[in-house]
């Protein structure tokens, strides 16, 4: 397997002058993410605002910010940290595991062990709170205990990956409109990346009950039927797993106090298959996720509204209308849970 060069911008000079003014240091990942030492994350004060607006244009560029720390984070302070980022305040959707520290409602605890926290969560290709209209802005990922034996999280970055698909497929795509098995939230296919402004895709494979097509050259809306969507949900896939070997995704593996922040519109993330393997094959992996309010709604086009009633009858014909649970399974053979 050979890994091309990374797809992506290399760090702008200004942003990273800025950073190291403060006496901090980022360093790109290859092919995406970035690395940042010197940041205490558990002081109270926090860097500079131009110091964060700098790491947050690059999360947004790289995808995703790896916090190196030399000791491990309080709750409050990873809390606290993951509202630096777009809204700036929690938005936290999830159930809290018994085994959370505190009970604290903004952590979501997930491990390997059901003891320990909630397993199995997030196998496929995905972004955090898709059931929304406005998503979140950005996710944290604090590994509590990485496993020895490692499983950590692929990311895939949505607007290098928007660049790779074929010229047929960016025209189909950007026509077309997925709709939240749960909430029925519409979000776009193809949306502007909002502070990157790169063309990205978007698309739930574990939450997605249907995919409404704006026809070409015509008013009128359609669903995709099942065999289309399959495809769709494959190419999908496809396309981020190919960022593996040509530059746009990472199988990133947690160094012990490690704090993940991602760019929740400009990554796409889900759990490498060797993170769910029981604990007896690859030691005990805890982690704590937090998750922050969108800034704007991911709104759809075409005149859609921002939500449809996903568990009543479809408003656009025949096609695949599949309200609750994981939604459309577009691989029998694929595990899927949120
Ligand atoms: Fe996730």
Known sequence: MTTHASTLPPLDTSRVATIEKFGA?????????AEVEGIDLSSEEGPPVEVVEALERE???RGFLVFRNDQQLEVDDFLRVSRWWGGKELHSTHGVHPATPGGNPHIFRLSNDSRHGIPGVGPQWHNDGSFNTSTFSHAGYHIIRPPEKGGGTYFAHQGA????LPEDRKEFWSRLSSVNSGSGVVHPLVHVHPVSGRRSIWLHLGMTGAVIEKLPNEAGF???????LRQLCREYNDIL???LDNGYAIAFEYQENDCVFIDNLAVA?????EAHLPVEEQGLRIMHRS???GVQDLAPGFG???????RGASPFGDGVWHGGGVGFRWDDRARMQN
């Open 222 to 228: 359609r669903l995709l039927n099942a065999d289309e």
């Open 241 to 243: 797993n190919a960022g």
């Open 291 to 293: 998750t922050v309010r």
């Open 25 to 33: 240091k980022i360093t790109p990942l290859d092919p995406v993410g």
């Open 59 to 61: 999360m947004a560029e």
């Open 304 to 310: 859609l509204p921002l939500q449809l009633n996903i």
């Open 269 to 273: 993330h889900r759990a490498a298959p």
């Open 161 to 164: 990956a928007y660049d790779a």
